[in-house]
């Protein structure tokens, strides 16, 4: 695996406090799951501690633990079904005590979807007045055949708003073949039938203890205001073009390598599309956040699955 950089090392390494042992099972053929990458925990552990064999399931022990507890790397477009009646996930989840993701998906939350709503747009801006007439035309042009709407809907939204759609509507198409068709009157949602909405629905099937990590706002700051507003325009761009990350090419090299779960190629390829603070915005900080709260759980005796997903991860 790849070694730990040397300001990430000083950070990370001395709050690692429990071992992580072999992987679970690798998908087959028929059941990958794209896309989604491990948290950075499990990839500094793997360098810590000199395992090398690539899943996104794997096996944790903490000093405090009898028991194990469980970390797998999800992607929130992937269909799910694989996971519904695999006892390799299926007991995991009925052993552990807590069930734990990014944040707590709950669609029927109104404060949440108003909070993420809002989230979404400038308040003094427009994409109108951050884009040139022509790539305001392109931009527009893009979203009319991937998404099936307009611009003039979103010009007041974040140009990482409409980044994420066109990807993710490109990513749909490119890869699996469906497409996005989105209406006027359309809102965001929290689980839109996503692999951790799955976790955490079988979790109260289970009558565990669910846990986010993060809050609505934490996710608002990663999300939407993680990059200064002209880096978001050229993130756009590149989406609209289809350049650089932004490229379909780049999507399917990405959907690829997570077939194969390459962790280290994934690993590369997401340090080259990000700078040292998009890194730490994302990945880095987020992932030291995150540790103590997973090892106060650990300490407490108690196991946990652990659900993590794409950019929060590496």
Known sequence: MLSLPGFLRDKVAPTV???LFSPLFNFSSRLVSRFGLLIYLSISSTALFGQNTASVFWEIRHPKQEKPSYLFGTHHLHDYQFLVDNPAIQTPLREVDFVVGEMIVDSTDLTLLLKLTMGMFMKENSLQKLLSEAD?????????ENVGIGIALFNKCKPIVLQQLISIAKYM???KGKSIQMQANSSPSLDSGSMDAYFQQVAKKYKKQV????SIDDQIRVLYDGYPIQRQVEMLLDAVYDRNEGSIEELNKLEQLYNTQDLDALYAMLCSQMDEQGLNNMLFDRNIK?????????RQGKTAFIAEIGRASC
Do not use: H, N, S
């Not at 995150?290 to 650990?298: E, K």
């Open 17 to 19: 406090q429990f071992m």
């Open 136 to 144: 305001y035309k392109a931009t527009d042009q893009c979203l009319r």
């Open 173 to 175: 198409k490119a890869v």
């Open 211 to 214: 846990k986010g990590l993060e």
């Open 290 to 298: 995150w540790i103590p709260q997973l090892d106060q759980i650990f």
